[in-house]
């Protein structure tokens, strides 16, 4: 047994050791690092403390001031009905009083018998009746029975010399556990900080007056779960009563513990604290059978005692088994989010991703394709639809100008020219604006499309939640096209010719001029220019009259106006054409650009998804390797701490 328990501290350092370097491998920005760490603090601090630390749990009035009196030997603390206790209070033996005490906010005041005067002080700001001669037992006094000091203190330290307590012994003295009282959540949080921490042993004051009440069987079943297999139940109280009804009470508590708790054997003793502990006044406290009670309190005390040395390494080992699981079980989660993490990245980036981003996008541009042909089609019937309509403008204008023509060819120069050009060519332009509603119409469409491919990109790029790249925006838009600028031929060249012919000869008359006329090329208005020489040539060789030379005037402009506005309409036509070609090849291009973008993009994150796939794979390895090294490390400890329960 002795060999067993010198081998606890050597191998609670190596396993330290060991779980702080794995809390450095693995853990160093973990949010668990902290606790571990507190845990791994507070392990070596308790077995690098020799002294044996003795916990007393129970709600308020249930005899723990009393109790702690009795193991002193000596009345050392004020006994109160009332819930006074409200923070730890830790007493341990020494050759003189002494007292530590921590208030809220971090003040901490040190006082001894032979100099209390800074906690004198301090207790008069919030206490009348301190005085300045107030000794050091009234302040302790204060400090653990009046209920307004007692809720400014964060912590209380004890020394008190005793004739009978060990300086290697611990007294913890939690506050009540009535969660129902003012201030009882507080309280009851604090108890439960002072059982995590390494107790050896733990007395559950019951006071048998009100055995086994409801809050004290909640406080069982749900914070005490840890330590009841090694708690010690002590009954309070038990010299108020007969013989009998002691039995019953020891019965009752016996059987609701073992309901409650599921602890098959309890260990429960009967008390009665106030048969040991002497009044300040010196007189001797009523108590029936008080020889008996003395001696069944050494025999719980030697209980006690014996309990928390055999207990003191089993609890290090337990604490150091409970913190390699605690490591083990976040190594696991580690191990799962890494896999779980792993697994995700290969199903969202699989290397068919961008092919299937690509089917996508020539399904786009294919309909888009198909939109911007209908609209080229629907254009083009429109345009042709209305050419007639415009070039019958232009004719009737034309008309009204050769019907005030007079047989001078002045006339014709200075004034029927340039209104049946001016009318042509104006109704020409109002042609081509009424045109470009249909490219409007076109960069409308391509707006719709391009705004389509943008919102393709940004789904397909919204797979990748943490992508950091620059997101190609499609850039279709119709550019308008200049109009086509057809011009009406001035007549100025047919007179010029006309003039250079007559001079080699007149003979050839109007017919001649006409064909010349139609085999240079000379336009609409040349075949007006035409019609004057025609009708004066007509004159000259067969003496047609005026309106039979005006009506074929008319017939020639009406021909020449419709190969102007045919010309025309093939214009805007090739146009609108070339329009719906650009728009086309950007949609091609954009899209085009964006399954490149977008495979550059996959590839790099592929290539970082390697490099971190067998980072984290050798992690995980790293991770199950020592993952069963604790686990190994674990069962020897799991193995020498029911060695040492059973000893």
């Avoid at 020799?50 to 009345?75: C, Q």
């Avoid at 006690?304 to 190594?331: F, H, K, P, S, W």
């Avoid at 068919?352 to 294919?366: F, K, L, N, W, Y």
């Avoid at 090739?574 to 950007?586: C, N, P």
């Amino acid at each position: 047994m002795k060999k067993r328990e010198e081998a606890v501290p050597i191998v609670v350092d190596d396993e330290l050791a060991v779980v702080r370097k794995l809390l450095g491998r693995y853990f160093s920005d973990h949010p668990s690092r902290d606790a571990h760490s507190i845990k791994i603090d507070a392990i070596a601090a308790r077995v690098a403390d020799p002294r044996l630390h003795v916990a007393l749990v129970g709600e308020f009035s249930s005899g723990k001031s009393t109790f702690i009196n009795a193991l002193l030997r000596r009345p050392l603390l004020a006994a109160s009905c009332v819930a006074t206790t409200t923070t730890i209070t830790r007493v341990n033996a020494g050759r003189e009083l002494s007292v530590t005490v921590r208030f809220r906010g971090g003040k901490t005041v040190a006082a001894t018998e032979k100099d209390c005067s800074a906690l004198r002080d301090e207790l008069r700001r919030l206490c009348k009746t301190v005085t300045i001669e107030s000794p050091l037992q009234m302040l302790l006094d204060l400090l653990s029975a009046d209920e307004e000091i007692a809720g400014v203190v964060e912590r209380l330290d004890v020394v008190a010399p005793s004739p009978r307590l060990s300086d290697d012994v611990v007294i913890i003295d939690t506050p009540g556990i009535n969660a129902g009282h003012r201030g009882g959540a507080r309280q009851l949080a604090l108890t439960r900080a002072a059982l995590s921490e390494s107790i050896d042993a733990t007395i559950v004051l019951i006071p048998s007056r009100s055995a086994m009440s409801k809050t004290l069987l909640s406080f069982l079943e749900s914070d005490a779960k840890r330590f009841l297999q090694r708690a010690i139940f002590v009954v309070t109280g038990m010299d108020e009563h007969s013989a009998e009804d002691r039995r019953e009470i020891i019965a009752l508590i016996h059987d609701e513990l073992v309901r409650t708790t599921g602890v098959a054997q309890p260990t429960v003793f009967e008390s009665a604290p106030i048969s040991i502990v002497p009044s300040r006044s010196g007189d001797t406290p009523e108590c029936r059978d008080r020889a008996e009670w003395q001696k069944r309190f050494e025999t719980l005390e030697t209980f006690v005692m014996g309990t928390m040395r055999r207990q003191r390494n089993v609890i290090i080992a337990e604490r150091l088994v409970d913190l390699l699981d605690d490591l083990m079980t976040t190594m696991g989660k580690e191990l799962a989010e890494i896999q779980i993490e792993l697994d995700a990245e290969q199903a969202l980036l699989r290397k068919d991703a961008v092919g299937a981003v690509e089917q996508v996008m020539a399904s786009i541009c294919e309909a888009a394709n198909n939109e911007l042909e209908l609209l080229h089609t629907n254009a083009a019937t429109a345009i042709a639809a209305r050419r007639a309509s415009f070039a019958q403008t232009a004719k009737r204008s034309a008309h009204a100008a050769i019907a005030g023509a007079t047989a001078d060819s002045g006339d014709f120069e200075r004034r029927v020219r340039p209104a049946i050009v001016d009318a042509v060519e104006r109704t020409g332009r109002d042609y081509t604006a009424a045109a470009g509603a249909h490219w409007e119409e076109t960069a409308k469409l391509a707006r719709r499309l391009g705004n389509k491919l943008r919102t393709q990109f940004e789904k397909n790029y919204s797979t990748f939640p943490a992508l950091e790249v620059a997101i190609t925006s499609p850039t279709v838009a119709a550019v308008k096209v200049p109009s086509p600028d057809i011009r009406f031929t001035s007549t100025a060249s047919y007179l010029d010719d006309q003039n250079q012919r007559k001079r080699v000869g007149t003979r050839l008359g109007a017919a001649a001029g006409a064909a010349t006329a139609l085999m240079l090329g000379l336009g609409p208005i040349g075949w007006l220019a035409l019609g004057v020489a025609a009708a004066t040539g007509v004159r000259q060789m067969s003496g047609d009259d005026d309106a039979t030379r005006a009506a074929t005037l008319r017939k020639q402009i009406d021909s020449e106006i419709d190969a102007y506005f045919e010309q025309a309409e093939t214009s805007l036509c090739k146009s609108l054409h070339r329009v719906i070609l650009r728009a086309m090849r950007e949609l091609a291009d954009a899209a085009g650009e964006h399954v490149r973008e977008y495979g550059a993009a996959v590839a790099e994150i592929i290539r970082g998804h390697e490099e971190k796939k067998l980072r984290l794979g050798q992690r995980i390895a790293s991770l199950i390797n020592d993952s069963r090294d604790l686990k190994s490390r674990r069962e020897r400890l799991h193995e020498l701490r029911e060695q040492l329960s059973q000893c």
